[in-house]
Each structure stands twice: as structure tokens, then as C-alpha cells.
């Protein structure tokens, strides 16, 4: 099994509707980040937490909201989409001494 | 401003010709430069960490260098299996573990 799932695995949506994408890991990790990614931008941090009483904004929090359900979830709302929240976006996690980030599989997210 | 910057944007390879992609950066201070694969449709996949200049990693047909300005990924003798994007990223001194990504190189291997 993965150590880092997303669900949905793609999804569409319409402008102003409410949306969670969900995301668990079981590597036993503290931290965990959401990320979006746009052809020719990269990877960009909407969101991390370093524990489930830790939450802090990245580069492009603005639209978009977190939870940390517990230490193996971490959810991104949208809590009115826009057709330019369209994108990929994907949950990674860190832990241990090297903190390495392990990404999941992601989620394509279409507003219309 | 800190800034990653990948080159090229696109590299197509014929099997066996080895290549090298480049990751420049500019920033205050690096606690570490990270390279990883990323295949169509998929999340990104670790490779490396390097975390002085001089420094270098392996791994099968894939080298890893750092400098104090960039790094190196070179590929020696590449197969079609080898075709994905291959992103940089750096982290930074006093950001957390947060990472800055470069855009990707999109390298193709043809038979």
C-alpha cells in the first residue's frame, strides 16, 4: 500500500462550490504540506503543519483553508472554487532527522 | 529574492547519449538542495539530498553534484526509462523545512 494517499484522485467542480481533498499517510510522519502545481510555475506550498496544533500559511494560502485531523491527516478546502484553482495539487510528508519530503500520487482538479 | 532555475526546459536524448540537466540557485543560505523524478500524471519521487558543495551522490545511471551556485544531475547512458521530469528544490537556513522548486526539466529518452 501507498504511504501517502490523496483522495479524490481527480475531480471537476463548478465555480463557488465547496471542496475537501483529503490526504493520510502512514509513515508515522509529523509533518505534512499541500502543494499546487502549474504548468511552468513548479510546485508552490499553499499550506504545512508540523504537528496537529501547528498549522501555518505558504506562498499562496489566499482561497484556500487546512485541517489537521490528526497526526496521519491533513485536508485542503476550497471554500469557493475558481477556475483559476485549477491545477494539480499534491500532499507530501517529513519526518525524522533528514526531513525528507515524500509526495502523494496527487489530485487534478478542474474548475469549471 | 530566492530563486531555482532549471536548464533546459526540455531535453531529448538519443538511448545511451548522456547529458547533464542544471539546477542554479541564489539564495541566503541553503540547508540542503533536493532533486526529484516525477513521472506524467504522478507525485513527485525522491532521488537525492546534497547538502555541501563538493558533495555527490549516485544512484544507477543518475549523479548528483553540488556547487556553491548549482548542481548537476548527470545522466550516463540513459534509457527510454529515464524519460520524466526531474525537479530541483531547495531548502532554506531559518525556513523550516519548506522548499523552493525549480520548474522541471522534461528529458525524453528515444530508442
Known amino acids: 500500500d501507498a504511504d501517502v494517499t490523496q483522495t479524490p484522485r481527480n475531480r471537476i467542480t463548478k465555480t463557488g462550490k465547496r471542496i475537501m481533498l483529503e490526504c493520510s499517510q502512514t509513515?508515522?510522519?509529523?509533518?505534512m504540506y499541500w502543494y499546487r502545481q502549474d504548468p511552468g510555475l513548479g510546485l508552490r506550498l499553499i499550506y504545512y503543519?508540523?504537528?496537529?496544533?501547528?498549522?501555518n500559511k505558504g506562498e499562496i494560502s489566499d482561497g484556500y483553508s487546512v485541517s489537521r485531523q490528526a497526526q496521519a491527516k491533513f485536508s485542503l478546502s476550497l471554500e469557493s472554487a475558481i477556475p483559476n484553482q485549477t491545477a494539480l495539487y499534491f500532499c507530501?510528508?517529513?519526518?525524522?532527522?533528514?526531513?525528507?519530503?515524500?509526495f502523494g500520487p496527487g489530485t487534478r482538479l478542474l474548475v469549471l | 529574492e530566492d530563486q531555482v532555475t532549471q536548464s533546459p526546459e526540455a531535453l531529448r536524448l538519443q538511448e545511451g547519449e548522456s547529458s547533464s540537466l542544471n539546477c542554479s540557485y541564489t539564495?541566503?543560505?541553503?540547508?540542503?538542495l533536493f532533486w526529484y523524478r516525477q513521472d506524467p500524471g504522478k507525485g513527485p519521487e525522491f532521488l537525492f539530498t546534497?547538502?555541501?558543495a563538493g558533495e555527490e551522490k549516485e544512484k544507477e545511471r543518475l549523479k548528483a553534484t553540488l556547487t556553491k551556485k548549482e548542481s548537476f544531475l548527470h545522466i550516463t547512458a540513459p534509457k527510454p526509462e529515464d524519460s520524466a521530469t526531474y525537479l530541483c528544490?531547495?531548502?532554506?537556513?531559518?525556513?523550516?523545512?519548506?522548499?523552493?522548486f525549480g520548474t522541471g526539466t522534461q528529458l525524453k529518452v528515444e530508442l
Open positions: 507530501a510528508t517529513s519526518g525524522g532527522a533528514l526531513e525528507t519530503q515524500y
Open positions: 509513515k508515522g510522519h509529523d509533518r
Open positions: 503543519s508540523f504537528d496537529v496544533k501547528d498549522i
Open positions: 539564495v541566503s543560505g541553503l540547508r540542503g
Open positions: 546534497l547538502y555541501s
Open positions: 528544490a531547495v531548502r532554506l537556513t531559518g525556513g523550516g523545512n519548506k522548499l523552493t
